[in-house]
T-cell receptor, first 114, second 113 residues
Framework: AQSVTQLDSHVSVSEGTPVLLRCNYS??????LFWYVQHPNKGLQLLLK??????LVKGINGFEAEFKKSETSFHLTKPSAHMSDAAEYFC????????????FGTGTRLQVTL | EPEVTQTPSHQVTQMGQEVILRCVPI?????FYWYRQILGQKVEFLVS????????KSEIFDDQFSVERPDGSNFTLKIRSTKLEDSAMYFC???????????FGSGTRLTVV
């Protein structure tokens, strides 16, 4: 079975400081991993995805994530937080196949303060 | 950029009533999905649909739920007799064969009263 664990339910950073949202996955096969963001009362927006190409993945809005197989991790980072980054972030895993479902983590709420 | 469109954005229904949630996936996509998110909880898989049939469903997707692709463009989720615990945000998603990731719709918030 596939699963992801988001290690922090809530992260608070000051504007302009780095962001680190942690995610570990369990894997029987080679996974595809994603980070999605959900702003309040909005849908799910894809930030970035890893699908067995480069292990350092760059996404939108300055976010990036590094796939580390040895640590089974896919942490999301951003060098400098902006107020508009405040949202819920979901780490998601799936396996390529004919109709692979996504398995979501429980989410990390990012708060950005002045 | 192509979008997945969901209607309505918000629906309120009485317990026991039938509801149909509608989705228009991206036109050249082949795989279709419904997910739901109960308030304050994580997003959960409901069902996947490919080649005009269900490919996989979760234990949540019981006999009260059904999906249909009636006309080659719409993809619907029907709940026959709604319960209070069906209140949630329902997301439709689609993807193509090339596996470049899912595209989600903006969701339908279903409130059962």
């Amino acid at each position: 079975a596939q699963s992801v664990t988001q290690l922090d339910s809530h992260v608070s950073v000051s504007e302009g400081t780095p962001v680190l949202l942690r995610c570990n996955y369990s894997s029987s096969y080679s996974p595809s991993l994603f980070w999605y963001v959900q702003h309040p009362n909005k849908g799910l927006q894809l930030l970035l995805k890893y699908t067995s190409a480069a292990t350092l993945v760059k996404g939108i809005n300055g976010f990036e994530a590094e796939f580390k197989k040895s640590e089974t991790s896919f942490h999301l980072t951003k060098p400098s937080a902006h107020m508009s980054d405040a949202a819920e972030y979901f780490c998601v895993v799936t396996y390529t196949g004919t109709a692979s479902k996504l398995t979501f983590g429980t989410g990390t709420r990012l708060q950005v303060t002045l | 950029e192509p979008e997945v469109t969901q209607t309505p954005s918000h629906q309120v229904t009485q317990m026991g009533q039938e509801v149909i949630l509608r989705c228009v996936p991206i036109s050249n996509h082949l795989y279709f999905y419904w997910y739901r998110q109960i308030l304050g909880q994580k997003v959960e898989f409901l069902v996947s649909f490919y080649n005009n049939e269900i490919s996989e469903k979760s234990e949540i997707f019981d006999d009260q739920f059904s999906v249909e692709r009636p006309d080659g463009s719409n993809f619907t989720l029907k709940i026959r007799s709604t319960k209070l615990e069906d209140s949630a945000m329902y997301f439709c998603a689609s993807r193509d064969r090339g596996w470049y990731g899912y595209t989600f719709g903006s969701g339908t918030r279903l409130t059962v009263v």
